[in-house]
């Protein structure tokens, strides 16, 4: 017997009704036999590549106006598995985690894949948060494997880490979104790019042994190894020489910090290497003297003492050539070591020391010269084993001592006709009767330059001249202005005196 349609078309809709309700509970135990038996595991949590910006230290950095959805890759640990995917990710402003999506699916081992939408969530975040992803059991929510994906929320526009530089910019400069100082020299990495034209990714952009920093801060150019182009690198001259990078002669003697280190081994820092009153630039050019040395000609004298005070060669022991040392002209005797007789009697300074008689004072030629003499005809006289005759009273000679006359004849009644003496040469002034009498032709007043311009006597000589009468209470010395005013003593002007002077 046949069934009528309707009964046939009834029992065709529950065998199909049976089938769509048992398809679930199939699906939940087979997940269920997968997740009790295999484990399924999470893989990956991958993001649309136009959202990523970067991957650095373990963190992605998405573009937050490009992110508009997150997936998940899992291994269902077996052919497939009905599986929970619960998605929480840290919220601004007050780092709150909040659920962006909680969903149950059936994943296949082929595709293995689930989205989750993450725009509305992306919006409104800039800067690093935490997205924890979990997939669990449906049945009891039983977490079964969980990642935690470090990510930075970045906008083109936007600065991260407020340092000057859009996070666009840091990207394209490779410095850190989320770092000031990249390179850690100091400036910031906008003030870098934007202002000093260094390097945000280096702390020495010139390599000069000067961090950036140092170098804006102290003057230098932090994109010049040399700022000042005296072949000394900054870096050396701050941290070795202490000389200063922006000048080439640090100590303004007339030398580069170059030629002193290099050259002639000075010191940059002091204009005096050897202290000796001449500067060394003034000792090489000027005066080939050795600026490391305050006595070149080591006669004595300092070089600027010789050059300065007595204008005497610094290169010359004897600059006169008499004998004598600079040092011992002064110092010693009294000499003038710019002359080689410095009393005028036509003997050498060197030769009076010798023969000890004073080469100040022209008195003592006579003496010594009788002196000479007398050794010469006494050396004669012994040589020849006689006796020279003696002068007698009346100018003649003779063997008694006698007087002899006109014709020949002798004694008492001779002739006394005889050519008459001329009278004797007026006594030789010593140098301080000379200036004696230069002041009292004067008035008792003269200026010290006077004595130079009225004798054929050197700066020098008159300045030690002068010093000994004072000392000795027969000159006086009145300072006006540059200007020495020497006076017979006792006679100074009125107010010229020295305080309490009565």
């Known amino acids: 017997m046949t069934r009528p349609p309707a009964l046939a078309l009834c029992v065709g809709a529950l065998v199909l009704l ?4 048992a398809a679930p509970a199939l699906g939940t135990a087979s ?3 997968t997740v009790d038996t295999a484990g399924p595991v999470i893989t990956e949590v991958s993001f649309p590549n136009e959202s990523v910006a970067d991957r650095d230290d373990g963190r992605v950095y998405l573009w937050g106006s490009d992110l508009d959805s997150m997936t998940v890759h899992v291994d269902p640990g077996g052919g497939a598995a009905y599986l929970r995917l ?3 990710a840290e919220d601004t402003p007050n780092g709150t985690t909040r659920r962006i ?3 149950d699916q059936q994943v296949f081992q082929r595709e293995g894949t689930i989205q989750v939408p993450m725009g509305q969530w992306a919006a409104n975040q800039t800067g690093q948060r935490r997205i924890d992803v979990s997939i669990r059991d449906p049945r009891n929510g039983t977490v079964l494997d969980r990642r935690e994906v470090a990510v930075v929320v970045v906008t083109r526009g936007g600065d991260l880490d407020s340092d000057g530089l859009t996070d666009g910019q ?4 490779g410095t850190g979104v989320s770092l000031k100082d990249t390179d850690e020299d100091g400036l910031l990495d906008g003030t870098e790019v934007k202002e000093y034209g260094t390097d945000p990714l280096s702390n020495d952009t010139d390599g000069d042994g000067l961090r950036d920093a140092q170098e804006i801060n102290g003057n230098t150019n932090a994109t010049d190894p040399d700022t000042d182009g005296d072949g000394l690198e900054d870096g050396a001259e701050v941290n070795e020489y202490g000389t200063d990078p922006t000048s080439e002669d640090t100590d303004g003697d007339g030398l580069t910090d170059t030629e002193e ?6 010191d940059p820092t002091s204009e005096d290497t050897d202290g000796d009153g001449l500067t060394d630039g003034e ?3 000027q005066y080939g003297t050795d600026p490391t040395e305050a006595d070149t000609d080591g006669d004595g004298l300092t070089d600027g003492e010789e050059v300065t005070d007595y204008d005497t060669d610094p290169l010359a022991v004897d600059t006169d050539g008499d004998g004598l040392t600079d040092a011992e002209e002064i110092g010693q005797y009294g000499t003038d070591p710019l002359e080689t007789d410095t009393d005028g009697d036509l003997l050498d300074d060197g030769l009076e020391v010798s023969l000890g008689t004073d080469p100040t004072s022209g008195l003592t030629t006579p003496l010594a010269l009788a002196g000479l003499v007398a050794l010469v005809v006494g050396g004669i006289a012994l040589a020849r084993g006689r006796d020279l005759p003696l002068p007698t009273p009346g100018g003649g000679s003779g063997a008694n001592g006698g007087a002899t006359s006109d014709d020949g004849g002798e004694g008492p009644g001779a002739a006394t006709d005889r050519t008459p003496t001329p009278d004797p040469d007026p006594p030789l002034l010593t140098d301080e009767d000379r200036v004696k009498q230069l002041l009292e032709e004067n008035g008792g007043r003269l200026q010290q330059g006077e004595f130079v311009e009225r004798t054929d006597w050197s700066k020098s000589k008159v300045s030690r001249l002068l010093s000994r009468m004072e000392e000795d209470g027969e000159i006086a010395k009145i300072t006006l202005g540059r200007e020495n005013l020497i006076t017979i003593q006792g006679e100074e002007p009125e107010g010229a005196k020295k305080p309490f002077e009565e």
């Not at 840091?170 to 400069?173: A, K, M, P, R």
């Open 18 to 21: 049976g089938t769509f309700v």
């Open 31 to 33: 997940a269920a036999a």
């Open 86 to 88: 619960c998605v929480d």
């Open 101 to 103: 999506d909680c969903r």
């Open 170 to 173: 840091e990207f394209e400069n």
């Open 261 to 266: 280190i290099e050259q002639y081994g000075t």
């Open 283 to 285: 000792e090489i050019e």
